[in-house]
């Protein structure tokens, strides 16, 4: 045997003993990174629902869901989840009514008009806007949108419902405009062709064929975006004021689910004490809001899912 052909064997052995070395280290840490995930997961939830009952073992259950009067700081505590809970649909549908059309208006541009140069610089303009940090978006609607709403409606409150809801609409487009941009994206041109060929013009080829088809993606995009309007802190805590009231006006102070949390966990609330324990119960019912959301999604994904 040739000293070639021998370096070539140590080569192999080598080889394979590093494969084989690797074929049975790595599945093992995917594994641990999957558990940890699954365990941390897990931990939350068993964390949100063994405070959460302690405090129903304090206020009646039937108390929290049902009156609409919340007020824990007073004498008298009361504990009607709906004031927040229509607060933060206050915030999530002024966002969702704004980000929506602006979204899909990006989506379609990108997908159907831009060109290869436009969309590489739009695009990432985008993704920057879903990186910045939330808290700037709370001091842009208390510094920035509000006194020109206020210029423009003397009647709206230093605090409200429009001006964060507003900026939480733009927070959310990146994401309803990226992910609806690939649905649309993954549509075949031949589709699209077709529908040309049968002379249709482009606006009718992108109502008719190109968004029936992609409706999979870009209503999860809707769905997954409501999800975090619903979740989102800073914003409301800055621009939408701590006063939770069960009405449908926008214009004055409310207080949502998220804020309510923030304003508690800076000290106000003695360790072991019903207001305590409350941030666990509105964050529990926060929980239970996004799970519905996301499984909403899953759903419309898996239910108009289109196989090409």
């Not at 869901?65 to 927040?84: H, Q, R």
């Not at 995009?221 to 449908?248: N, Y």
């Not at 926008?250 to 000290?267: C, D, R, W």
Request: zero cysteines; glycine letters at 6%.
């Amino acid at each position: 045997m040739s000293s070639q052909q021998k370096i070539r064997d140590m080569i192999r052995k080598q080889s394979d003993s590093s494969a084989s070395i690797s074929n049975k280290v790595m599945p093992v840490i995917l594994f641990l990174i999957a558990i940890i995930s699954i365990l941390t997961t897990i931990g939350i939830v068993i964390t949100l629902l063994t405070e959460t009952i302690t405090f129903f073992t304090r206020v009646p259950i039937h108390k929290f869901f049902l009156e609409t009067d919340w007020n824990p700081f007073s004498s008298d505590p009361k504990y009607g989840i709906w004031a927040l809970i229509i607060g933060t649909l206050k915030i999530t549908v002024i966002a969702t009514i704004f980000a929506v059309p602006v979204g899909i208006g990006a989506a379609i541009y990108l997908s159907e008009f831009a060109s290869t140069k436009v969309r590489k610089i739009i695009k990432p303009i985008l993704e920057v806007l879903a990186g910045i940090p939330t808290i700037v978006y709370g001091f842009f609607a208390l510094t920035f949108v509000t006194p020109i709403l206020r210029a423009i409606f003397p009647n709206i409150a230093s605090f409200n419902a429009i001006s964060p809801g507003l900026v939480v609409g733009v927070m959310i487009i990146p994401m309803i405009a990226s992910m609806s941009e690939d649905a649309m994206s993954s549509v075949p041109n031949k589709i699209r062709e077709g529908a040309l060929g049968l002379g249709s013009t482009k606006l009718e080829m992108i109502i008719k064929v190109i968004i029936p088809a992609a409706t999979s993606g870009i209503m999860a995009s809707i769905v997954l975006a409501i999800s975090r309007a619903i979740g989102e802190t800073m914003i409301v805590s800055l621009a939408a004021g701590s006063s939770p009231s069960f009405d449908l006006s926008l214009t004055n102070s409310i207080q949502t689910m998220t804020a309510y949390i923030v304003q508690v966990s800076q000290g106000d609330a003695t360790n072991g004490s019903d207001l305590y324990y409350s941030i666990y119960a509105v964050g529990f019912t926060l929980f239970i809001f996004t799970l519905i959301m996301n499984i909403i999604s899953q759903w419309i994904t898996k239910r108009f899912r289109e196989e090409y």
